[in-house]
Nanobody, 115 residues
Framework: QVQLVESGGGLVQPGGSLRLSCAAS????????MGWYRQAPGKEREMVAT???????NYADSVKGRFTISRDNAKNTVYMQMNSLKPDDTAVYYC?????????WGQGTQVTVSS
């Protein structure tokens, strides 16, 4: 079992920035993928960004050039720097850990972009 604890959400004005963090604990494999997903009201959960234990990254087209995912393997922590935030980025953001078919989710953190 892997437990995930997110932090860093909040309310920000359009054009602002936030940094999300997600700390993993438990039975963590050296080879895994971690990432961020989001779910807006009335919409399905969607992938935002993922990063492998080797550092390979993948981004949704809607956030390319604005969001940056990174990780500290020594701390089992993944980060996402979100810049130039837009109202459409408003959602609950979930951290994810995946190892083959096993996937664990965090409890979610709310990000609201509004003036």
């Amino acid at each position: 079992q892997v437990q995930l604890v997110e932090s860093g959400g909040g309310l920000v004005q359009p054009g602002g920035s936030l940094r999300l963090s997600c700390a993993a604990s438990g039975s963590i494999s050296s080879f895994n993928a971690m990432g961020w997903y989001r779910q807006a009201p009335g919409k399905e959960r969607e992938m935002v960004a993922t990063i492998s234990s080797g550092g390979s990254t993948n981004y949704a087209d809607s956030v390319k050039g604005r969001f940056t995912i990174s990780r500290d393997n020594a701390k089992n922590t993944v980060y996402m720097q979100m810049n130039s935030l837009k109202p459409d980025d408003t959602a609950v953001y979930y951290c994810s850990y995946r190892y083959f078919q096993y996937q664990s989710w965090g409890q979610g953190t709310q990000v609201t972009v509004s003036s």
